[in-house]
């Protein structure tokens, strides 16, 4: 089988991010207004990766091929990677690693990718337009606890609570948008920014890995991916609790 992956384009009259929620924002006062976005969470090896893209104040045109990540093909996200960057005023990249995505949990490792852009920005946003139905940033609830002991975490993974954190002074305004990739503009370039730069990751990987074509298939279960782990077992960027571990012959 060929590694050989060519990604989907843009179909015809796909939905264009607009500007709508970005203005109800900068009506509300909130001056500078970014979009977030991950990647690589259904990946069964490398990182986790989140983008932010911080607008310019009070921006009115979108570039023209700005779109959710998934509807563009490879060959274009590259080609648009740095018209999105330059566009955006500033942007940051934060990741997590498949180690990590093992010893916290998703949704754990998500916040901690998502700590590591707000790090990396050169600017500072005041509110934060957020892909999905919940607020990534947001704090782990306590475990309950049963009389005087508490519940311990999932079998061989530590306690989310206990993760450390890059120092990023106050939190910006959340809003959670679903679709929010498809729907905001602030949240589509932070969409194809990660996924540009996961991307980069991946087929770097993919030469110390050439049996798993991650250059191809990113570490998402493509068929000659999971021929690959049959044959070859998990390489040291596999997600090593995930369920599909199970059904190798070896680990």
Known sequence: MSCADAGPLAPAGAQRPTLEQERRLWRAGHEVVAGLDEVGRGAWAGPLTVGVAVLRPRIRKLPEWLRDSKLLSEDRRERVFEEIAAW??????????????????????????????????????????????????????????????????????????????????????????????????????????????????????????PAYCFDANKGYPSAVHQMALRGYGLSAIHRRSWSFVGDLPWR
């Not at 606890?145 to 061989?156: T, Y």
């Not at 087929?203 to 110390?208: D, G």
């Open 88 to 209: 955006c005023r500033c942007w940051s990249v934060g990741h997590a690693s498949a180690e990590e995505c093992d010893r916290w949990g998703m949704t754990a490792a998500l916040r901690l990718a998502s700590y590591r852009a707000l790090a990396g920005l050169d600017c500072r946003a005041d509110a934060l337009l957020v892909d999905g139905p919940l607020d990534l940033l947001a704090a782990p609830r306590p475990r309950p606890v049963q009389g005087e002991l508490e519940l311990l975490p999932p079998a061989g993974r530590a306690d989310p609570a206990t993760i450390e954190l890059p120092e990023v002074g106050e939190l910006p305004l959340r809003v959670p948008v679903v679709d929010g990739d498809a729907r905001c503009a602030a949240v589509a370039a932070a969409s194809v920014l990660a996924k540009v730069t996961r991307d980069r990751l991946m087929r770097e990987e993919s030469a110390h890995f």
